[in-house]
């Protein structure tokens, strides 16, 4: 079974071979440990295939709005500043704080511009990565990007908060630039033949909702349920990031047409994910990167363990995923937590 067929079996609940899993790391993390980190890449090709040593150029350059210090206008308006080197940082002027400039406002075209940075888009050459993955039975993705969390990057969130508190009348046009927006971008991946459809939508706090699920029900839901549909009608399913805890919605989201959502273990708990999520829909889960600077090794191994055996069921429904997010977690948790997946989800 290739890896983009066992993917979307566990995904549909459809019995794969193994329980998917992976491993990311942060610009700076990269930064910090280099090659010892390309070394941990290499002895586990299972996990990392075709992974090559610096090709994310991470040891010498930061990306957009990951440099310290730097103020970074993105192509949607939106002032970025940093505060910590190899670590996102966050808007800091919004191009919608005043009503006023709604009416003129224009968001990017996604056919010739990314979120971020000077160079066009290049879809030829997207739609050459895509059929080269598709030959190598990889997952065959496209990104549909950021959906919540670009209405607090275009009103700020103080004022987008209160937005959905008093109904702001302003509302359904703010949504409907996301939404105009979204739709051409997944028109056009579709038309490459991606199978899934990945989106970003931070939307959780650490105990729930930023907005409550009936704000949540009333403007947002429509909107997901929209775009989601339309992934599926093209062929694609529909794979959603959203940090915080969502236990409240995992019903909606269903209903919206998530194929599978990655819950945070910390703010979800264990007992909640598998309460909400199990044989429902498809957990990627997201272990708890906060205390890998924390854990020993054997707390990290005993993390996975419980996540598979308390998550895991032979038709599948789980994926697991560790997300290394700094420059103080020990090598020594990094190489546990790679290991530890291999162990316990092929």
């Not at 363990?305 to 995923?321: D, K, N």
């Given at each position: 079974m290739?890896?983009?067929?066992n993917?979307?079996?566990a995904?549909?609940?459809?019995?794969p071979e193994?329980?998917?899993?992976?491993a990311?790391?942060s610009?700076?993390?990269?930064?910090?440990?280099?090659?010892e980190?390309?070394?941990?890449?290499?002895?586990h090709?299972?996990?990392?295939?075709?992974f090559v040593?610096g090709?994310?150029?991470?040891?010498d350059?930061?990306p957009?709005?990951?440099?310290q210090g730097?103020?970074?206008?993105?192509?949607?308006?939106?002032?970025w500043y940093?505060a910590?080197e190899?670590?996102?940082g966050q808007v800091?002027?919004?191009?919608l704080?005043d009503w006023d400039?709604?009416a003129?406002?224009?968001?990017p075209?996604?056919?010739?511009q990314?979120?971020?940075?000077?160079e066009?888009?290049?879809?030829?050459?997207t739609?050459?990565?895509?059929e080269?993955?598709?030959a190598a039975?990889?997952?065959?993705g496209g990104?549909?990007?950021?959906?919540f969390d670009?209405?607090?990057?275009l009103?700020g969130?103080?004022?987008l908060?209160m937005d959905?508190?008093?109904?702001?009348?302003?509302?359904p046009?703010?949504?409907d630039i996301?939404?105009?927006?979204?739709?051409v971008?997944?028109?056009k991946?579709?038309?490459l033949?991606?199978?899934?459809m990945g989106?970003h939508?931070?939307?959780?706090?650490q105990r729930?909702?930023?907005i409550s699920?009936?704000?949540?029900r009333?403007?947002l839901?429509?909107l997901?349920?929209r775009l989601?549909?339309r992934?599926?009608?093209?062929?694609?399913l529909?794979?959603?990031?959203?940090d915080?805890?969502l236990l409240?919605?995992?019903?909606d989201?269903v209903?919206c047409?998530v194929?599978?959502?990655?819950?945070?273990l910390r703010?979800n708990?264990?007992p909640?994910i598998?309460?909400?999520?199990?044989?429902?829909l498809c957990?990627?889960v997201?272990?708890?990167r906060q205390?890998?600077?924390f854990m020993t090794p054997e707390?990290?191994?005993e993390?996975v363990r419980?996540?598979?055996?308390e998550?895991a069921a032979?038709?599948?429904g789980?994926?697991?995923?560790?997300?290394?997010?700094?420059?103080?977690?020990?090598l020594?948790n990094?190489v546990?937590l790679?290991?530890a997946?291999e162990?316990f989800?092929?």
């Amino acid at each position: 079974m290739t890896t983009g067929e066992n993917w979307r079996r566990a995904a549909t609940f459809d019995y794969p071979e193994w329980i998917p899993c992976g491993a990311g790391f942060s610009p700076i993390t990269w930064r910090t440990y280099r090659e010892e980190l390309d070394r941990v890449h290499l002895d586990h090709p299972r996990l990392f295939p075709g992974f090559v040593p610096g090709a994310n150029g991470y040891y010498d350059e930061m990306p957009a709005v990951h440099r310290q210090g730097e103020r970074f206008r993105d192509n949607w308006g939106c002032v970025w500043y940093n505060a910590h080197e190899g670590l996102e940082g966050q808007v800091v002027e919004s191009p919608l704080a005043d009503w006023d400039r709604l009416a003129d406002y224009r968001a990017p075209d996604p056919l010739t511009q990314f979120e971020r940075g000077e160079e066009p888009r290049d879809w030829e050459q997207t739609a050459r990565d895509v059929e080269q993955a598709r030959a190598a039975g990889g997952l065959v993705g496209g990104s549909g990007e950021r959906l919540f969390d670009r209405l607090y990057f275009l009103r700020g969130f103080e004022n987008l908060m209160m937005d959905f508190a008093t109904d702001d009348p302003h509302l359904p046009a703010l949504l409907d630039i996301l939404e105009q927006y979204e739709t051409v971008l997944i028109d056009k991946w579709l038309s490459l033949g991606v199978e899934v459809m990945g989106f970003h939508t931070d939307i959780g706090t650490q105990r729930g909702l930023m907005i409550s699920p009936a704000k949540f029900r009333q403007y947002l839901k429509p909107l997901f349920t929209r775009l989601f549909q339309r992934c599926h009608a093209g062929g694609a399913l529909v794979a959603l990031s959203s940090d915080g805890c969502l236990l409240e919605i995992v019903d909606d989201l269903v209903d919206c047409g998530v194929t599978t959502h990655d819950p945070q273990l910390r703010a979800n708990t264990l007992p909640g994910i598998v309460q909400a999520y199990k044989g429902k829909l498809c957990a990627n889960v997201d272990l708890d990167r906060q205390g890998f600077p924390f854990m020993t090794p054997e707390e990290i191994r005993e993390q996975v363990r419980e996540v598979v055996g308390e998550m895991a069921a032979p038709e599948g429904g789980l994926m697991v995923s560790g997300s290394v997010w700094g420059e103080d977690v020990p090598l020594s948790n990094i190489v546990a937590l790679v290991e530890a997946l291999e162990e316990f989800c092929f």
